[in-house]
Nanobody, 114 residues
Framework: QVQLVESGGGLVQAGGSLRLSCAASGSFLSINRMGWYRQAPGKQRELVAVFSSGGSIYYGDSVKGRFTISRNDAKNTVYLQMNSLKPEDTAVYYC????????WGQGTQVTVSS
């Protein structure tokens, strides 16, 4: 079992920044796929940024150039630095880890006001 705990969400004005953290515990291996998804009201969950199992990084088109994913393997933690935030970035952000199945965190709300 793997447990994922997100933190760092909140309310920010457009153009501002936030950093999300996802701390993993349990049967966790940093070499596996891990990253961030988000879900806005009435919309499907979408990819934000992810480390593949091979170490490559993928970003959703809408966040390229503004968001940066990083990780600290010693702390089993993945981060999402979000800059130049827009109102359309408002969503619940979920941490995801894949090892035989998908593991999800509880989500953290990000609200960007115009």
């Amino acid at each position: 079992q793997v447990q994922l705990v997100e933190s760092g969400g909140g309310l920010v004005q457009a153009g501002g920044s936030l950093r999300l953290s996802c701390a993993a515990s349990g049967s966790f291996l940093s070499i596996n796929r891990m990253g961030w998804y988000r879900q806005a009201p009435g919309k499907q969950r979408e990819l934000v940024a992810v480390f593949s199992s091979g170490g490559s990084i993928y970003y959703g088109d809408s966040v390229k150039g503004r968001f940066t994913i990083s990780r600290n393997d010693a702390k089993n933690t993945v981060y999402l630095q979000m800059n130049s935030l827009k109102p359309e970035d408002t969503a619940v952000y979920y941490c995801n880890y894949v090892y035989g199945r998908d593991y999800w965190g509880q989500g953290t709300q990000v609200t960007v006001s115009s």
